[in-house]
């Protein structure tokens, strides 16, 4: 999560994610690496393929816990 709220550059999550990094867990305030991400004020995280993998894998995520 410090990963992907201190760099935005695309290819450290990419990297970690292929790494094996777990984007499912959460922080102590409930967050993901998506919601770090996400306060990257950059648009380039903003529109790079690992963005939309790790909005996918959290959507899939919160829809399987609301069942």
């Not at 992907?4 to 290819?11: C, F, R, S, V």
């Not at 994610?17 to 867990?25: Q, T, V, W």
């Not at 998506?34 to 950059?42: S, V």
Request: proline share 6%; aromatic share 8%; net charge positive.
């Amino acid at each position: 999560m410090y990963a992907a709220y201190n760099n935005p550059e695309p290819k450290v999550l990419d990297r970690l994610l292929r790494a094996g990094a777990n984007p499912k867990i959460l922080d102590n305030d409930g967050k993901s690496v998506f919601d770090y991400a996400y306060k990257i004020p950059n648009q380039t995280i903003l529109e790079s393929d690992v963005y939309i993998k790790l909005r996918r894998i959290t959507l899939a995520t919160i829809k399987h816990e609301n069942r």
